[in-house]
């Protein structure tokens, strides 16, 4: 435990063991394969939420969009929680993706809002797709938060392939 605290504090994303758990695990690949699914609903349901905002057209081809958006959503959200525990042995709040956990918790919470209103009719069809809008601002910031997570674990995976290389490389000339 020592040694995954002490990995942890210099920067690392993972330990050796949890990146080795990362690279065996399914759930990688499930999140690799939805990742890219869920920003597709999103920029198709994005540009039907506008259309109805600009137009007033449109309006059920754009909440139909905001709800598969959405699932995509919790689909992502339950098995990245599993893959968190893969990884990190605990299911959300892990020390390396605290903050992109916490802003996930907003996100979720936009979109299960917009779900509630749209179904209870709660606010008129315009307010409607403005919290649409409110909670993909949320996804963006939570989908930046995630690729530069992601973009630090590759170069940190490309920094310790050189030290090993190094390593390697010292080892055979002496």
Known sequence: MATAQRDNNNGDIYTPAQRERRNAS?????????????????AL?????????????GYWAAVISVLVKTGFLY?????????????????L???????ED?????????????IL??????????????????AYGSYVINALQFLIKFKGAREQGDANSRVAALDVTAGSVG
Do not use: C
């Open 26 to 42: 399914v759930w990688t690949l499930v999140q690799g394969v939805l990742a890219p699914l869920q920003f597709m609903a999103f």
């Open 45 to 57: 349901s994005l540009v039907l939420v506008i259309n109805y905002l600009a137009n007033g057209t």
């Open 75 to 91: 689909a992502i959200m339950v098995t990245g929680a599993i893959w968190e525990k893969v990884v990190f042995g605990r299911y």
């Open 93 to 99: 709040f892990a020390q390396a993706f605290f903050w």
């Open 102 to 114: 916490v802003v996930s918790m907003l996100v979720i919470g936009l979109h299960t809002a917009y």
């Open 117 to 134: 209103v749209w179904w209870l009719d709660a606010l008129p069809p315009t307010q409607q797709m403005w919290l649409a809008v409110v």
